[in-house]
């Protein structure tokens, strides 16, 4: 029997999680559900000086909102807890000092300013500065310091970190499911700080030793870690858990709209749409950053959208409800290439949910707005309210504006079109028609038609001019649904009064 299929999503509360962490969280949901596997939250909240507060909240919420579950981890519980790495710091020093131990990594003293003075040494000289290979014998640490005297550092708290030895001339291979075969020479990594002077691992120490005693068996994360993968593999080989290594599979970037660029989190509302789930406001300087939920998407287009963000179905279909999204994910079918984020796509798939939605539930929605309005009206109304204008909503926050006229007579006409369409009939045949109205004793949307129509026609009138009028007298502008079934939801009284109204109102 194959490994059990145990894969996690570990953010850092370093701030809201931008759409690029939402899609890496839904690959690895749908990658678990597929595999009938385990989907796994983990808090990766070591760098004390990174964190931001509310993101962890921020971040369960958004995938709560997109319906991306998970099934162990932070909140829930499961057999590896805590699932909070600042909750685990006891575990970590032990396998930094294994390290140390075995000789795979060793003691480093310099001070930050010292760090400092050497990298600047290395800019004068248009060089970058790395620990590691040629400059670790010229710096304070293992190699350089008496073991008894590093023991006596240690003992008189002075401040240390612990770092890799990385090895001299070995190629480290990456096996990826999305990139194949990846090779790096271990000159090119650096001696990486596995374990801080303050007592805390590094990501790099924490993210690999928690995947190995979690028994993640899938790393799927964005490509920007690809970088810290041989590290991670040499750290896997040190320890000694090569057979427990899991399989990696980097995401290609996300990229901006015009395809120049990483979307960043600062993108967004520069261009227009949201980078983050949920509106954020950030706890220090109060800057709003908006959001899907506040603008008006509907979670399943959202999912859908960023679904194929990077994974290729290698069909033409295009919507995709969650479980066919299970059905039909593969690692394997996720590009190299980055992606560009397509606004007016985004704007597509979700007024095609919005459409689907069923008309009850859309009423349940808009009448909770109606609440806050304090405006009252029949669960029957609403539905039949929503029934004509969602294939007009391209936003769920849009339904008030589509909707108000129904609720509503109009303050304001669109006076250029009325002006456009009035002569000096229409008056008369305003009247002429509220009389028609006055007579229809059903007044459903097919009566109206009937008797309106036949008007017309019998006076030979000009059908656009005076259907236009009427529109604009009862909705305000020159848009929206059938008329007549806008005039059999406003009811008769209504009807009447608002084009009495207009034709009293509106002076060419
Ligand atoms: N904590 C890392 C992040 O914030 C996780 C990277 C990984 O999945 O290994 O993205």
């Known amino acids: 029997m194959g490994k059990r299929v145990r894969v996690r999503f570990a953010p850092s509360p370093t701030g809201p999680l931008h759409i690029g962490g939402v899609r890496t969280a839904l ?17 990766e909240d070591t760098d004390k000086n990174r964190f931001v507060s509310g993101t962890e909240e921020y971040i369960i919420e958004a995938l709560n909102w997109l319906n991306i ?49 050497k990298r600047k040494e290395c800019e004068s000289r248009k060089e970058t500065f790395q620990y590691g290979i040629s400059t670790r014998n010229a710096m304070k640490n293992s190699f350089t310091i008496e073991e008894e005297e590093i023991q006596k550092k240690i ?30 020479q271990s000159s090119q990594l650096d001696d990486k700080v596995l374990f801080k002077s303050d007592g805390m691992p590094t990501y790099h120490l924490a993210n690999v030793v928690d995947d190995y005693l979690m028994k993640i068996s899938h ?40 395809g120049k660029g990483k979307l960043s989190k600062r993108d967004g509302d520069k261009l227009g749409f949201p980078v983050f789930p949920l509106q954020w ?34 069909s033409e279909k295009e919507i995709f409800s969650m479980d066919e999204l299970i059905e039909e994910f593969s690692l394997e079918k996720v590009g190299k290439a980055g992606c560009r984020f397509d606004y007016e796509k985004a704007k597509w798939f979700n007024h095609q949910y919005i459409s689907k939605i069923n008309n009850e539930e859309l009423a349940e929605y808009l009448n909770e707005i ?56 229409i008056p008369s045949t305003l009247n002429n028609i509220v009389g ?28 656009g001019t005076v259907m236009t009028v009427l529109r604009v007298l ?11 079934k806008i005039f059999e939801i406003i009811g008769k009284e209504e009807t009447i009064k608002r084009v009495e109204k207009g034709t009293k109102e509106f002076k060419v």
């Not at 003992?155 to 990139?179: L, Q």
Request: proline share 5%.
């Open 474 to 484: 009862i909705v305000g502008k020159n848009s929206g649904p059938e008329l007549f």
């Open 155 to 184: 003992n008189n708290n002075e401040h240390y970190v612990i770092r890799i030895k990385i090895p001299a001339g070995e190629i480290i291979h990456i096996n990826d499911i999305i990139r194949g075969n990846v090779e790096v």
């Open 27 to 43: 690959y690895n949901y749908l990658f678990a559900k597929k595999n009938n596997g385990d989907f796994i939250l983990r808090i």
């Open 69 to 117: 579950k998970f099934n162990e981890g932070v909140g829930i519980g499961g057999n590896h807890v805590p699932y909070k790495q600042s909750e685990r710091e006891d575990i970590y020093k032990q396998y930094a000092q294994q390290l140390v131990k075995s000789g795979f990594a060793y003691y480093a003293f310099d001070t930050p300013e010292e760090l400092d003075i």
């Open 219 to 258: 790393v799927i994360r964005g490509e920007e870690w690809l970088p810290s993968t041989p590290l991670h593999v040499l750290l896997y080989k040190y320890f000694g858990w090569e057979n427990e290594m899991p399989l990696f599979a980097h995401l290609p970037l996300l990229l901006k709209p015009d």
């Open 281 to 314: 406001v950030d706890p220090v300087t109060k800057e709003i950053s908006s959001g899907y939920r506040e603008s008006g998407y509907v979670p399943e287009a959202v999912n859908n959208i960023i679904a194929l963000l990077g994974w290729n179905p290698g």
């Open 436 to 463: 028609k109205l006055k007579s229809i004793s059903g007044f459903t949307s097919a009566e109206i038609e009937n008797i309106i129509k036949e008007y017309i026609q019998v006076n030979n009138l000009n059908a």
């Open 370 to 425: 109606l609440k806050s309005k304090k405006i009252n009206s029949s669960k029957e109304n609403l539905i039949k309210i929503c029934e004509l204008i969602k294939d007009r909503m391209n936003f769920m926050n849009e339904i008030w504006d589509k909707s108000e006229y129904f609720f509503r007579q109009p303050t304001t006409y669109d006076e250029k079109v009325l002006k456009d369409k009035w002569n000096e009939n």
